[in-house]
C-alpha cells in the first residue's frame, strides 16, 4: 500500500506541475524559413493563413539567420529594421481568454537578444507586443515593451514599461537585457507578461541562463490596473516585435513567441527555455505508471 500510494503521490505531483503550465494558444518560432522567407513556422498547429505572417519593413534584409544559434537550435526573426515585425490572429485569444466565455487571464512569452536601445521617448504604441483587447480606456490597448531610454542607452539598463488598458507604467527598476554571455543560449533572453483579470494585475518577468545551462526567472514588478473593466476580444491582429511607427524600439532578433492562456509561474516560466524540466516530468509519470501496473499483475 505504502508503494501504490508514493507512486500516486509522484503522479500527483508531475500532473500538478504539468498543470501549472496552462494552455498553449499560439506558439511561433522561424525554423521553416530560410533568408528570403516571410512566415513563420506554427509550433503550436493552431494556426491559419492570418497567423503568423511578417510584416516586412522597405529596408529590411536577411529577415531570418542561423549565424547565432536561436533557443531551439534553428532560425530566429532579424527585427532590426523599422516595422519589421510578426503579425498573429487573434481568433482562439478572442474565444477562449477574451469576452464572458473565456479565461480572463493570459501569459505572453518571447527570447530576445541584440537589443537596440536609442535615445528618446518611446512611442507608446510601441512595444515587444501589442494588442487592443480591453473593453474601456484609449482603445482599450495593452503592451510590453521599453520605457524611456536611458542616458548611456545601454540594454543592460533597460526600464520596462507596460501598456494596461490604455494607460503606460513604467518600472522604476532597470532590467539587464544585453546579451548572456555564459551557458549555451548564445545570448538570448526571456521576457514575459502575465495578467489576470481576476486581480487585475500584470506580472512583468526576464530570464537569463547560467554557467550550468539553468534558467533564473526574475519578478520585474506587477501593476494592477484601477476600476478595470474586462478583457475582450481583440479589435485588431496581435502583434510581436513592435508596432507600425517607424523609427522606434524595440528592435531585436527575435524567436519563440508564446501566448497562454492561464497564468504562469515561475517554474512553468523557466521550463521555457529549458523544455528538459517537462521532459523529467514526463518521464517520472511514465516511471510511475510501468511501477503501478507491475504491482498489480504480482
Known amino acids: 500500500m505504502m508503494k501504490r500510494t508514493l507512486i500516486l503521490s509522484f503522479l500527483a505531483m508531475g500532473a500538478a506541475s504539468l498543470a501549472s503550465g496552462q494552455v498553449l494558444i499560439y506558439q511561433y518560432d522561424f525554423d521553416a524559413n530560410d533568408a528570403e522567407g ?75 537578444r541584440d537589443l537596440q536601445v536609442t535615445t528618446g521617448s518611446r512611442d507608446p504604441h510601441d512595444r515587444a507586443f501589442f494588442a487592443e483587447s480591453f473593453s474601456g480606456g484609449q482603445g482599450g490597448s495593452m503592451g510590453l515593451g521599453l520605457g524611456n531610454a536611458n542616458s548611456s542607452n545601454n540594454p543592460s539598463e533597460t526600464h520596462l514599461a507596460l501598456r494596461l488598458n490604455g494607460n503606460d507604467y513604467t518600472f522604476a527598476d532597470t532590467v539587464d537585457l544585453s546579451n548572456a554571455t555564459t551557458g549555451d543560449s548564445d545570448g538570448w533572453i526571456l521576457l514575459a507578461m502575465t495578467f489576470s483579470v481576476a486581480d487585475d494585475t500584470a506580472r512583468v518577468y526576464t530570464g537569463r541562463e547560467f554557467t550550468d545551462n539553468s534558467w533564473t526567472i526574475s519578478e520585474v514588478g506587477s501593476v494592477t490596473v484601477a476600476a478595470s473593466t474586462s478583457l475582450t476580444s481583440a479589435a485588431r491582429d496581435m502583434i510581436f516585435g513592435g508596432f507600425q511607427h517607424a523609427n522606434v524600439n524595440p528592435l531585436a532578433n527575435y524567436d519563440d513567441f508564446r501566448l497562454y492562456d492561464g497564468v504562469l509561474d515561475t517554474d512553468a516560466l523557466s521550463a521555457i527555455p529549458e523544455p528538459s524540466t517537462y521532459a523529467a516530468l514526463f518521464g517520472l509519470l511514465a516511471i510511475g505508471f510501468v511501477a503501478w501496473r507491475r504491482r498489480r499483475r504480482a
Do not use: C, H, Q
Open 38 to 112: 516571410t512566415t513563420v513556422n506554427d509550433v503550436s498547429g493552431f494556426g491559419t493563413a492570418i497567423n503568423g505572417t511578417m510584416r516586412v519593413s522597405s529596408t529590411a534584409t536577411d529577415l531570418f539567420a542561423d549565424a547565432i544559434p536561436s533557443p531551439d537550435g534553428g532560425f530566429y526573426g532579424n527585427f532590426t529594421a523599422d516595422r519589421s515585425n510578426l503579425i498573429f490572429g487573434n481568433s482562439k485569444y478572442n474565444s477562449e481568454i477574451a469576452g464572458s466565455g473565456g479565461s480572463g487571464a493570459f501569459t505572453v512569452t518571447m527570447m530576445l
